[in-house]
């Protein structure tokens, strides 16, 4: 099962595709938690992708489609993966479209989660993320049980430096004119879906479970 999670900073791909993951033993494939592990250990394309992560602008497709295309390669891919935030510019998904061709591979299904702009900014404003296992958290919808601690694992809670209203804003342009065109690219395609990211985790879940079978 071959998997593309589309959507606005903030709506929710990243909270649904670990639990997906979990259910359908299927890895989630964040680039943006790539990029930060990169950035951490100060490698090579971590100090390309530094400043744009940044100011909230995009990191150039070369780095992304590559580390992408070496990471569907890894023998845990080939159950299948879930792409969360990737492809974010259409020159991204004609990539994808190629490197998938090659080795003979398709998506499933490509779904949207959608949600209003200020609820995003809300969303990721509010946000924290375990150290240690990586799981979301966020202070008003879904508080840990001790403060600052993961209710998961114990690991300690991190807000991400780019999880700024100034950087938010950015980056919700950035998606307008770069990613939004992405849904036009998959919408001629099929297999495309939408789900109402407003609603309760639980509910889109179920909605995305109801759609992946
Ligand atoms: P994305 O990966 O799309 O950027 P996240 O999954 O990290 O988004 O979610 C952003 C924040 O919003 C997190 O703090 C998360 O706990 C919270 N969140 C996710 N889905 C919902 C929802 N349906 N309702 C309310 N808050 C949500
Ligand atoms: P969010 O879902 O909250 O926007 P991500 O963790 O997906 O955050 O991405 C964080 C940052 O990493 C982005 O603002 C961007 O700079 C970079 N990034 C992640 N994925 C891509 C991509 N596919 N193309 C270009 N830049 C990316
Ligand atoms: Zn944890």
């Known amino acids: 099962m071959n998997l593309i999670f589309m959507g606005p900073p903030g709506a929710g791909k990243g909270t649904q595709a670990r639990q997906i993951a979990d259910k359908y033993g299927i890895p989630q494939l964040s680039t943006g938690d790539m ?9 090579e394309v971590g100090r390309k992708a530094k400043a744009a992560m940044e100011s909230g602008g995009l990191v150039t497709d070369d780095i992304v489609v590559g580390i992408i295309a070496d990471r569907i390669s890894d023998a845990d891919c080939k159950k299948g993966f879930i792409l969360d935030g990737f492809p974010r510019t259409v020159a991204q998904a004609r990539a994808l479209d190629s490197m998938l061709m090659e080795r003979k591979l398709k ?3 490509v779904i949207d ?3 209003d702009t200020e609820a995003l900014v809300a969303r990721i404003t509010g946000r924290s993320t375990c150290a ?3 799981e979301g ?3 008003e919808h879904k508080k840990p049980k001790k403060a600052g601690v993961c209710d998961k694992c114990g690991g300690t809670l991190t807000t991400r430096a780019d ?3 100034e950087t938010v804003r950015n980056r919700l ?5 770069q990613t939004a065109p992405v849904i036009d690219h998959y919408r001629h395609k099929g ?3 939408t789900v109402d990211g407003m609603q309760e985790m639980d509910t889109v879940f179920k909605n995305l479970c109801a759609i992946i079978g």
């Not at 990029?35 to 490698?43: E, F, I, N, P, S």
């Open 113 to 115: 989660i959608t949600c």
């Open 137 to 139: 958290y966020h202070k």
């Open 35 to 43: 990029l930060r592990a990169a950035v951490k250990a100060g490698t």
């Open 173 to 177: 342009s950035v998606y307008d004119q």
């Open 107 to 109: 998506i499933d299904h």
């Open 191 to 193: 297999a495309f879906k």
């Open 163 to 165: 999880d700024n209203e």
């Open 132 to 134: 240690g296992c990586g």
